[in-house]
């Protein structure tokens, strides 16, 4: 591709700076992106891209072109948002706010809209003044993890293809009319759960008692806060599983109840005083049904995890195998 002298040597004068702006803005965001669990991307534009833009006729001058170097951060949902603008207005000078549906688009359009910041970098409280590099202004895309598939999926496909076809660009666009409905299912989780008819079933059912069951022990005082599970679903579902190792011929509901007969009489037994702080619930669950006789090696197919300390306070699982193996 042919491009214009005066593009080349305005891209010339910036490009030294680009890749080291590239790394100073990773420095800030990438840290601040893995304590949130967001995923993070990042391009400088090159040469060629640059000279498309400005043939596109969209910019006045060239400062107006604000995506030099460019990020994405990828959010669960729009939920958090807000909470990523905050952050990028509080470490970087900003140019400007471009929010999501902040453009005029006809309702039976679907095309690229994510939320932008528009920024530069502050200059070091000791320098003089602005340095080369706090210039440049830099973009970055708060996308959420819909967005961010339909855009990296049919970017190439689509709108940057040597072929120009009215079926793809209009597959593109169903494609990002999904992808929006589905941030709006998310943001609306629970209240559209709740339109959807339930149908029976009993093992989820039988989780659900399980929960409940271990809910309001901890609400009684039987079980210190700090052994409850972070994460309620995967718990029940592993407590479930192991009562189902156990008993594979007894009905869900059964699970449910026998686990909770078990580890109401063990909880008892202790007094939430002598519960010991260094198991997980999980390893007391497992204990208890062990007391109880529930618990007969060996389970197919599943490695309990059975530490030193547990054998140490239950000596019934000393012996137990086969159980999860630290050495392999």
């Known amino acids: 591709m042919i491009t214009p002298a005066e593009i080349n040597a305005r891209y010339v004068d910036v ?10 803005l ?6 601040y992106c893995d304590d949130q669990g967001f995923a993070v991307v990042s ?14 006729g969209r910019y006045s001058n060239w400062m107006e072109i604000d995506d030099l170097v460019a990020f994405a951060i990828v959010i669960p949902t729009l939920a958090e948002e807000n909470s990523v603008i905050e952050f990028l207005r509080k470490h970087f000078r900003t140019v400007a706010v471009k929010h999501r549906g902040g453009s005029q688009k006809a309702p039976e359009v679907f ?12 200059p070091p409280p000791e320098s ?23 855009n990296v999926t049919t970017h190439a496909l689509a709108y940057k293809s040597a072929v120009i076809d009215w079926k793809q660009q209009r597959l593109a666009a169903e494609l990002k009319a999904t992808a929006e409905k589905m941030d709006l299912l998310i943001m609306a ?9 339930e149908s029976p079933w009993p ?20 079980i210190p806060r700090e052994l409850l599970p972070k994460d309620w679903t995967r718990f ?59 618990l007969k090696a060996p389970l197919r197919r599943h490695w309990p995890l059975i530490t030193p300390e547990l054998e140490s306070l239950y000596p019934g699982l000393k012996d137990f195998k086969p159980r999860f193996d630290f050495g392999a």
């Open 236 to 294: 029940t579902d592993n407590v479930f599983d192991l009562g189902m190792r156990c008993h594979q011929r007894l009905a869900p509901e059964e699970i449910a109840s026998t686990v909770a007969h078990a580890v109401r009489a063990e909880l008892a037994a202790l007094g939430v005083e002598k519960i010991p702080r260094s198991l997980s619930l999980w390893q007391i669950t497992l204990a208890s049904m062990s007391k109880a006789g529930l």
């Open 203 to 222: 093992i989820i059912q039988a989780k659900k008692e399980i929960h409940q069951f271990y809910a309001e022990a901890a609400e009684q005082g039987l």
């Open 26 to 31: 990773d420095s800030t965001l990438s840290p």
């Open 128 to 150: 003089e003044g602005e340095r080369p590099i706090d210039r440049i202004p830099f973009e970055v895309q708060v996308r959420t993890a819909f967005d961010h598939a339909w």
């Open 111 to 122: 095309r690229f809209d994510s939320t932008r910041f528009m920024g530069r970098l502050q």
């Open 15 to 24: 490009e030294p700076y680009l890749r080291p702006l590239q790394r100073y």
């Open 189 to 197: 989780f629970q209240e559209a759960s709740l339109k959807i008819p």
């Open 43 to 56: 391009r400088v534009k090159t040469l060629e891209s640059v000279a498309e833009k400005i043939e596109s």
